[in-house]
């Protein structure tokens, strides 16, 4: 069931207040993970545009704590916290993405997935999709980066899903390709946040 720009209007969201908490160590944030099955390396800052970076923000919302909302338009992600707050995170946003809006949960959760294109996605760009159609093992040159959920609606599988990336350089922009993006950092982060069955709600302009 899709949300309409009536529903948004009248306030899903009460909205945001994008004032950051102060204090924030961002260099801790985005330090090398060597204890990954593929280790990570640091994120140097001066790559990462500081409104792109996690943080915990100030969120007046009616979803209840727990909840990710993507607000596509503005590409940001929020997981609502307790006490009107959230952690933000900048995200990339591709064509699925950009169609896909209303209410879905997270139906799975996977550590390094294999990434297998969609049927659209073989349909639109064969050259470049159909040989990968038997899937593409976890790793760093694996599209879906460190972490995925997978967002479900009624037991089935949208196909759409919140990962990480191997192109942190597309954050905050919108791609020719693929869901909702987050850097390889970022998605850990919200991985160990995020329980299966909890809400998602993805907003469009």
Not at 44 to 56: N, T, Y
Not at 166 to 194: F, K, W
Request: proline share 7%; glycine share 12%; hydrophobic share 35%.
């Amino acid at each position: 069931m899709s949300i309409s720009r009536r529903g948004f209007l009248l306030g899903l969201p009460l909205f945001v207040t994008a004032c950051a908490s102060s204090g924030v160590d961002h260099r801790a944030n985005y330090a090398a993970l060597p204890d990954e099955q593929f280790p990570l390396r640091a994120v140097p800052l001066d790559k990462i545009k500081p409104e792109l970076r996690r943080q915990v923000v100030a969120y007046e919302t009616t979803h209840k704590p727990g909840t990710i909302v993507v607000d596509t338009p503005a590409r940001r992600l929020y997981h609502v916290m307790e006490g009107g707050q959230a952690m933000r995170y900048g995200v990339g946003v591709g064509k699925e993405g950009l169609a896909f809006r209303g209410n879905a949960y997270v139906g799975r959760k996977a550590e390094w997935p294999t990434w297998t294109p969609t049927a659209n996605m073989i349909r639109r760009e064969p050259e470049k999709n159909l040989k990968y159609a038997g899937g593409v093992p976890g790793g760093p040159n694996n599209p879906l980066g460190a972490r995925a959920m997978y967002l479900y609606r009624g037991g089935n599988d949208t196909h759409f899903r919140i990962h990480g990336t191997n192109q942190p350089q597309t954050i905050g922009y919108a791609m020719s390709s693929g869901c909702v993006r987050m850097m390889n950092h970022d998605v850990i982060d919200l991985y160990e946040r995020v329980n299966v069955g909890d809400r998602v709600v993805v907003l469009q302009a």
